[in-house]
């Protein structure tokens, strides 16, 4: 058989190296976050009553764009608020199924801009750092404006139902230990935290 020339050998290996960047770059853009609209609303029915998020894009873009794809694809639904400090916040993102939580909780998201403060009723993203924006949430339960230099930027507020919000219970605060749901989801927090609030679905919503 005829060998390939060094010349052709060079030829043959940039083409590959073409094809496998074409494939990287595909890849790339099949899982990035969709755009999502402008304006929406989500409705999230929980345990002790129903409130509403209203989001404005343009406060946080990135945000807006991973909460629309997280909340459409039923990331939320069951989901408990495993984090509740009085006169702070309730956390929550964790979901309750370890395989589903696995798939989201390394797809990081870059930080906006903090073109709002974190005031009583603003919806943010929890991070562990720079850059490091997944899937959990938190509601400010009160004027938290030191959150604002810390890179926590506000995507949406509470528009319905944060007297709902504030009534979710704080009976056992950060107990939770995010490592066991990490591993063993819903199953850990009703066996040790029975009375522990949970979303049962959210919804997006027409804007108001």
């Known amino acids: 058989m005829e060998r390939l020339s060094e010349t052709g050998m060079r030829i043959l290996a940039a083409a590959m190296l073409l094809l496998c960047g ?7 853009e099949a899982t990035k976050t969709a755009q999502a609209p402008e ?3 989500v409705r999230f029915e929980t ?3 129903n409130f509403v998020v209203d989001v404005q894009r ?3 873009p990135l945000g807006a764009d991973r909460f629309h794809e997280l909340v459409t694809s039923g990331f939320y639904d069951e989901c408990r608020f495993f984090r509740v400090v009085p006169d702070f916040v309730v956390q929550w993102g964790m979901n309750g199924d ?3 939580y696995a798939k989201w909780k390394d797809r990081e998201i870059r930080d906006d801009k903090v073109t709002q403060s974190n005031l009583e009723g603003m919806i943010t993203f929890a991070s562990r ?3 490091t924006r997944t899937c959990q949430l ?12 810390l890179g926590f930027a506000p995507f949406g507020k509470v528009v319905e139902g944060m007297d709902v919000v504030k009534k979710i219970s704080a009976e056992y605060k950060d107990f939770a230990q995010q ?3 990490q591993e063993q989801g819903n199953a850990y927090l009703k066996k040790e935290f029975p009375k522990m609030d949970y979303i049962k679905k959210a919804t997006v919503v027409p804007a108001g």
């Open 22 to 28: 074409a494939g990287l770059v595909q890849a790339q």
């Open 47 to 49: 345990s002790v009553g």
């Open 179 to 181: 490592p066991l749901i």
């Open 98 to 100: 370890p395989k589903v």
């Open 39 to 41: 304006k929406f609303r």
């Open 129 to 131: 750092g720079p850059n």
């Open 58 to 60: 343009t406060w946080a």
């Open 138 to 149: 938190f509601i400010n339960l009160t004027d938290n404006q030191r959150l604002d230099d």
